[in-house]
């Protein structure tokens, strides 16, 4: 693990954040639609570096719980940039009926993206800062493994309790959250659908945040997950396909 190069990437990654971030609000009010196309491209380029840069981070630090958070997220945004730039490549019915959904959907996730990131970035850089110091003089900045496993250990134990304690607190103050989110899981199972993204989940419960209750049913054994292009799916225990 190169120190240097991770904080290279990091310093990259906070650049072209700021850089999305300053251009973001043009979409807000915009009515003409070639200048809501432009500015959307404009973001998707920026979006594409980003998700670049911190797959390259992902690969460099793996197994880190924020590295593949931030991965994660700005895999979301550039998959919902997408959607947009397609719908507004079309000027049929359809597509204008499309274009406001998928335009609150990216209002909405913006609203956790931006916090989402910095605090990734944030936890990042404190955490290479640290990398640094244990590194010392040595040449190539290598950090221990044994460190750094140890520190990992910590870190998904930390992350784990904090999605624990939110599910259990969902699960006491509305249970029939909890119920309905199993319930679509098994819905989208019996149309066929091994492994369902969290969204699709949350559409179908009507639940918001339903991927929070999804995490904790995964850590208490109900659910199964995995990643898939950066973004965990789940599947319930209990179906068993064909």
Same mark, same amino acid.
């Given at each position: ?19 999305? !971030? ?21 973001? @998707?380029? %920026? ?5 670049? %840069?911190?797959?390259?981070? =992902?690969? !460099? &630090? ?6 593949? *958070?931030?991965?994660?997220?700005? @895999? ?27 335009? !609150? ?9 931006? =916090?989402? %990131? ?10 290479? *800062?640290? &990398? ?15 460190? &750094? ?22 699960? =006491? ?5 909890? @119920? ?50 950066? !973004? ?6 209990? =179906?068993?396909?064909?």
């Amino acid at each position: 693990m190169n120190v240097e190069e991770i904080k290279s990437r990091l310093s990259r990654l906070e650049s072209l954040h700021s850089a999305f !971030e300053n251009k973001f609000p043009a979409i807000y009010g915009e009515k003409d639609r070639e200048a809501l196309l432009e500015t959307v491209k404009a973001l @998707h380029t %920026v979006s594409r570096e980003k998700l670049e %840069v911190a797959a390259g981070l =992902y690969r !460099e &630090m793996s197994g880190d719980a924020q590295a593949k *958070e931030l991965y994660r997220n700005e @895999h979301q945004m550039k998959f919902r940039l997408e959607e947009l730039l397609s719908l507004l490549s079309r000027d049929d019915y359809d597509s204008r009926v499309k274009l406001e959904t998928a335009m !609150e959907r990216l209002v909405q996730f913006h609203r956790v993206y931006d =916090y989402a %990131v910095r605090k990734a970035l944030g936890e990042l850089t404190s955490e290479v *800062e640290g &990398m640094a110091l244990l590194a010392g003089g040595e040449k190539e900045k290598k950090v221990p493994t044994g460190i &750094m496993e140890e520190l990992r250990k910590v870190k998904t134990l930390e992350a784990e309790l904090g999605t624990l304690k939110r599910f259990l607190l969902r699960l =006491y103050t509305h249970p029939g959250d909890v @119920h309905k989110v199993e319930a679509a899981l098994r819905d989208w199972h019996s149309r066929g659908l091994l492994w369902v993204e969290a969204r699709n989940v949350e559409k179908l419960s009507g639940v918001a945040d339903a991927g929070e209750i999804l995490e904790g049913l995964t850590l208490i054994g109900v659910v199964e997950k995995k990643m898939r292009g950066g !973004e965990g799916v789940y599947r319930h225990r209990s =179906y068993s396909p064909g």
